[in-house]
């Protein structure tokens, strides 16, 4: 399973960084939760909020010479048919990294024969120096 999980992880950071929705869609739960914070702010929605919240800003990022910079360390297996994979995440557009990222702990469960992200946990609009100096490993991985 874990090697099925590697491959399909892979996929899924691939369609990130090329900005697929499709790709995204395809891996993320119709029983998705989340919750994100945003300074003392906090959002909870769910599938439809976040294909809706990602479409609008990949689109919003085409054509603006953006990459992004993922950094995907840790991956801890949960229990048999889940895995977390704790992310962060920030833009380089026109060759300037953005001020900020994102720090994401995301599960995802094997379901129905495939991975499927099912929660997310989101702290974002962090300062980008403190994390470009946070080194995040495991040895499971």
């Given at each position: 399973?874990?090697?099925?999980?590697?491959?399909?992880?892979k996929?899924?950071?691939?369609?990130?960084?090329?900005?697929?929705?499709?790709?995204?869609?395809?891996?993320?739960?119709?029983?998705?939760t989340?919750?994100?914070?945003?300074?003392?702010?906090?959002?909870?929605?769910?599938?439809?909020?976040?294909?809706?919240?990602?479409?609008?800003a990949?689109?919003?990022?085409?054509?603006?010479?953006?990459?992004?910079?993922?950094?995907?360390?840790?991956?801890?297996?949960?229990?048999?048919?889940?895995?977390?994979?704790?992310?962060?995440?920030?833009?380089?557009?026109?060759?300037k990294?953005?001020?900020?990222?994102?720090?994401?702990?995301?599960?995802?469960?094997?379901?129905?024969?495939?991975?499927?992200?099912?929660?997310?946990?989101i702290?974002?609009?962090?300062?980008?120096?403190?994390?470009?100096?946070?080194?995040?490993?495991?040895?499971?991985?």
């Amino acid at each position: 399973m874990k090697e099925s999980f590697d491959e399909f992880f892979k996929e899924y950071l691939d369609s990130w960084r090329l900005f697929s929705i499709k790709g995204i869609e395809k891996v993320v739960s119709p029983d998705y939760t989340a919750r994100e914070i945003r300074g003392k702010e906090v959002y909870d929605f769910g599938y439809e909020e976040s294909i809706d919240g990602l479409n609008h800003a990949f689109n919003g990022l085409r054509g603006r010479n953006a990459e992004w910079m993922l950094e995907d360390d840790v991956i801890v297996s949960l229990k048999e048919d889940e895995m977390l994979a704790i992310i962060w995440a920030s833009l380089i557009i026109d060759d300037k990294p953005i001020k900020t990222a994102s720090l994401f702990f995301q599960t995802f469960r094997w379901e129905q024969g495939s991975w499927k992200m099912v929660r997310s946990y989101i702290e974002a609009e962090i300062p980008i120096e403190k994390m470009l100096s946070l080194k995040l490993t495991t040895t499971e991985r």
